[in-house]
């Protein structure tokens, strides 16, 4: 019980213990001698980012920057010697890969060897250290580098501190004076003059600033500028006093005229500047009013280079301006600043020479010009967007002074008038008004004046002195004097509008009644009457864009002016005349000399006079679609005449267009209507069985017959056709469910009502889309057809057994026939023999007779058994190599080569599918007939070739160079017993037989002619 009790406050303590390393923020850490974590409180884990159970075991040096491990080290053992660390620094490395800086205190290890520590992050603290030293260092640096005297005092007014330039300034070092006052190195009066103003500013405890005359140890005298402010420390405690002093006995000489010219420029609104050319035209001075403008405080622009603030002005360009100064006119240019915002200003600048003080100074102005500019670029778009205003109107337009007299015109104006811009401009109106004077026109001038505006009709006179009716519209101003606008509308282009729409409408109206010459004619009596023309014509362009079709003439030129015929006829562009120009060039062509033209090709017999000429070529889809012409105007033609030409020709051209589609829709309409009567007819009176049904298989048409057939009613029309070639009523046929189809349906089959054998044929009907929109249904009586199905089986028999017997009988003639002839040549013979010499001639010449005529005969049966038995396959067919067979060929008929001396090429012949025997029979009479019939005049030659066809077939040609054989009887020379030339010698038997064994293979045998005179024999053969 004792135990317990006394483990109780252990425990109690352990648990305290252990909430003390969960709850502290500070890193805390148990380590054993070997420098191993034993424990480590929470913290840990946050500060290196490593888990609590890969750290325990780890040694803490794993963690120490390299160059801190060996002072990290030594303060171990001195720690396991029994000191304590206090605010020991090193650097720890975090999974982040970063140095963290911690400051250590750690007991010496207890009984057991285990030392406790505690860390604490310091990086941010360190940091701050070491910015605070380099801090003071860079201060140090700058307070020696500057010319001005700093010093430092404390509150005893001490020495704390001095930069260099006061250590030289008091002949003393720095260390010197720390702890000694200004008694110890000035005089007691001098040294007096400080304490009173150090005291002052520390009894006020603000900023003092006084002038004071120093005197060197060299005895120099100088005048600064002394600033004194408190010196207080971080916790608002007074520390003593800082003093700077300045050199200002230059600029004290120069002040109050300085102070003065300054007060009197800063008051300027002008932005003003003055450069010194000795010091890299570095600014001396600016006003109020430059700072301002450039948005820069005066001792920024006084730090810095022109060119910062105007970058076209670099060091080149401020020495050539040097150059161009003088004393007497400023110089005067244009450039570019850059504000305070980085924008680049438009401005002015004056530069001016200036003397003073035997130094030159560079001075002037700036003015900025963004405003005027800005005035000037809006004066130009008002400009830009009046005269294009004035220019892209089709009307006239003036601007006119108080005085009448014309300031600015526009080019539609001047295109009317046929003055030029510069002629009008300074003109009177009076010079152009046909009815007004000036004393008129200030009359009206005047009443403008009241009114403000007017409109009125009247007539200008052009330069050529003609007449033109204007509408004018005037508007007055007073905005700039007095200023008059005046439009001007040239009357006769709206009322020819007029007129161009009255015709149309006009033209409508006969559209409608389809009449094309009626509405040519409206036309162009229409086009003559706004031209003041006395000729007029249309004429339609061929689609092939060389022949003219002479359509339409105006009813005075049919009337009064022109008695050529040719409506309808057709005339070739290339040999028209000037009228045609137009077409050729592809544009307009005016012609108002038609006698000085050099293209016209003369006028037809009865054609009027021709003196100015007018044509337009009218634009169709696949070229000029017509021209339209008019001529013999009073006057000159113009660009005026060819748009009322080219108006009217298009507006035709459409309406003609229109009336062609209603014409074309109405033939169609009735060649549809005719198309259909004939094809009811032609269902009718087809022999055959046809319907039309839809995509439900309901019944839209059929003829008699289709009813007939099939036992249906014509009354079941509109229905759909259920049972109709099958037994079963309930549902569709299947011939009829499936797409295209063709079967035949037997009297015997029970869907077969009409009890005639049939042949049915449904044909499937796609929409546009292709989608099956319907079926066509055919039916064939084939009653007629099966009656001669049942002859022809008939015949064939009959056929058959005739064959069967021709062949026992060639066979018979072929073979028996052999041993007769063969007798009655040895008998023949042997009777010549016999007799000897005792036969006269005539009996000699006749027995001669009887023997050749026997041995022919008997080559003759023989052949015809060679032919008989080339019609019968020996054995299957196999692949055979030609090659082969062609080489025992030739040596076959080695002799007979050899004895013609012939020549024999070949080619390669490769394999086909036969009989090698037949082949072999077939190449032996192809090449015996090359070297029997050979030309007497030149030496045989024979060619062997092969060349692939289609289907898989060879094609073999042999050619020679022979007699050759008239193409008149090529065809017939493979007839049985046929021979071009009895006296030749052969059977007559050869082609006969290779035709026969060619077909026989699949194949099929020609003869040609070749180059050199004789003949090629031509075959096919099926490859294997």
């Known amino acids: 019980m004792s135990t317990c009790s006394n483990l109780s406050p252990m425990t109690s303590w352990s648990e305290a213990a252990e909430r003390f390393f969960e709850l502290s ?80 205190r750690s007991s010496p290890p207890d009984a057991d060897g285990m030392v406790h520590a505690v860390a604490r992050d310091v990086t941010d603290e360190q940091a701050a250290h070491d910015a605070l030293a380099a801090e003071q260092a860079r201060l140090r640096a700058v307070m020696d580098s500057i010319a001005d005297l700093v010093f430092i005092k404390d509150k005893d007014f001490r020495y704390l501190g001095c930069n260099r330039p006061f250590a030289e300034f008091v002949g003393h070092s720095e260390a010197e004076l720390r702890g000694r006052t200004d008694f110890d ?36 005298k100088r005048l600064y500028d002394t600033q004194k402010v408190p010196l207080i420390t971080a916790d608002g405690q007074l520390a003593g006093l800082v003093g700077v002093s300045r050199d200002i006995t230059d600029q004290t000489e120069l002040r109050d005229q300085v102070d003065f010219l300054g007060t009197m420029i800063n008051h300027s609104h002008d932005p003003l500047y003055c450069l010194d050319p000795q010091r890299d035209f570095t600014f001396v001075y600016v006003n109020d009013a430059l700072c301002g403008y450039l948005g820069v405080s005066r001792q920024e622009i006084l730090r810095s280079d022109p060119s910062r603030y105007c970058p076209e002005m670099d060091r080149a360009a401020l020495d050539e301006l040097w150059r161009l100064c003088g004393a007497d006119a400023p110089v005067l240019f244009e450039t570019r600043i850059r504000l305070s915002d980085g924008q680049l200003a438009p401005v002015e600048v004056s530069a001016s020479r200036v003397h003073h003080q035997g130094r030159d100074y560079a001075v002037g102005w700036l003015r900025d010009l ?147 010459d009626t509405l040519m004619t409206e036309v162009l009596d229409t086009a003559e009457r706004l031209t003041a023309s006395t000729i007029g014509f249309f004429h339609f362009v061929d689609p092939d864009q060389r022949t003219l079709r002479l359509q339409a003439w105006s009813s005075n030129t049919l009337k009064n002016m022109c008695k050529a015929e040719g409506k309808g006829q057709h005339y070739p562009v290339d040999q028209a005349g000037i009228w045609a120009e137009c077409l050729r060039q592809g544009r307009a062509v005016i012609c108002n000399d038609y006698d000085a033209a050099e293209d016209k090709k003369g006028l ?80 009718e009176t087809f022999q055959g069985g046809i319907a039309l049904l839809d ?41 009829l469910a499936c797409a295209d189809a063709e079967t035949v349906i037997e009297v015997g089959d029970p869907g077969n009502p009409g009890g005639k054998p ?143 001396k012939a020549r024999l090429c070949m080619a390669p012949l490769g394999e086909v599918a036969g009989e090698r025997a037949r082949l072999h029979l077939l190449l032996v009479n192809l090449l015996s007939n090359a070297l029997r019939f050979r030309h007497p005049g030149r030496q045989p030659r024979i060619q062997l070739a092969a060349a692939e066809a289609e289907a898989g077939m060879a094609e073999f040609s042999v050619a020679d160079n022979g007699i050759g054989i008239p193409e008149q009887y090529r065809d017939g020379m493979f007839t049985l017993f046929r021979r071009m030339n009895a006296k030749q010698g052969g059977s007559g038997m050869g082609l006969a037989q290779c035709r026969r064994i060619v077909e026989d293979l699949g194949g099929r045998i020609w003869l040609e002619g070749n180059e050199s005179g004789g003949t090629t024999v031509k075959f096919t053969l099926p490859r294997p």
């Open 25 to 104: 923020i500070d890193l805390l850490c148990v380590v054993d001698k070997t420098g191993r974590f034993v424990h480590l409180s929470r913290s840990w884990q946050a500060f290196l980012g490593i888990p609590l159970s890969e750290l325990g075991g780890r040694n803490f040096m794993d963690f120490v920057h390299p160059d801190d491990v060996e002072l990290t080290t030594r303060l171990f053992q001195e720690i396991g010697r029994g000191l304590e660390a206090v605010d020991f620094r090193n650097r720890y490395l975090s999974r982040n890969g970063h140095y963290r800086t911690l400051s250590w």
């Open 185 to 220: 190195f000035f005089p007691a009066d001098q040294a007096q003059f400080f304490r009173d103003h150090d005291t002052a500013m520390l009894r006020d405890m603000a900023p003092r600033r006084n002038d004071e005359w120093l005197v060197f140890p060299d005895g120099r």
């Open 370 to 516: 963004s405003a005027r500019h800005a005035a000037e670029r809006q004066l130009r778009e008002r400009e830009a967007l009046y005269r294009a205003s004035i220019e892209a109107t089709t009307d006239g337009f003036w601007q006119v002074d108080g005085a009448g007299v014309i300031l600015d015109v526009n080019t539609a104006y001047a295109g009317m008038s046929g003055y030029t811009l510069d002629e009008l401009r300074g003109m009177h109106v009076s010079q152009l008004e046909h009815y007004d004077d000036s004393q008129d026109v200030a009359a009206r001038i005047e009443r403008l004046m009241r009114t403000g505006l007017e409109t009125f009709e009247t007539k200008h006179r052009r330069k050529d002195g003609s007449l033109w009716d204007v509408e004018v519209n005037i508007i007055y101003s007073h905005v700039e004097d007095v200023r008059f606008f005046v439009y001007l509308r040239d009357l006769r282009k709206r009322r020819r509008a007029e007129l161009i729409l009255r015709a149309r409408l006009r033209l409508a109206e006969i559209a409608r009644d389809n009449d094309i």
């Open 604 to 683: 037809p017999q009865g054609h009027a006079p021709v003196s100015r000429l007018v044509t337009v070529p009218v634009t169709g889809e696949g070229g000029f679609s017509a021209l339209i012409g008019v001529g013999n105007k009073a006057k000159d033609y113009d660009g005026d005449d060819v748009d009322v030409l080219t108006e009217l020709a298009t507006m035709a051209i459409d309406i003609v267009s229109r009336v062609r589609a209603e014409v074309s829709r109405r033939a169609l309409a009735e060649e549809l209507a005719h198309a259909a009567h004939q094809w009811s007819a032609a269902m």
């Open 695 to 735: 995509g439900q298989h309901r019944l839209v048409r059929a003829n008699a017959a289709f009813f007939a057939l099939t036992g249906t009613d014509p009354g079941q029309v509109g229905e759909v056709m259920t049972g109709l070639f099958t037994s079963s009523a309930d549902g569709l046929d299947p011939v």
């Open 758 to 900: 049939l042949e049915v044929r449904v044909a499937t009907v796609c929409d546009g889309q292709g989608q099956v929109d319907g079926k066509v249904v055919s039916l064939y009586d084939l009653t007629h057809v099966r009656q001669q199905e049942s002859r022809l089986e008939a015949m064939i028999a009959e056929l058959t057994r005739s064959n069967a017997e021709l062949e026992r009988f060639g066979q018979v003639a072929a073979h028996d026939l052999q041993e007769p002839t063969r007798r009655q040549v040895l008998f023949a013979q042997m009777l010549q023999r016999k007799l000897g010499d005792g036969l006269d001639d005539d009996s000699r010449q006749y027995l001669d007779f009887m023997i050749a005529d026997a041995l022919k005969m008997r080559d003759m049966v023989r052949a015809l058994n060679v032919y008989h038995r080339a019609g019968h396959t020996l054995n299957p067919v196999e692949p055979v190599e030609m090659d082969r067979v062609a080489a025992d060929v030739i040596g076959t008929l080695s002799s007979e080569i050899d004895h013609s």
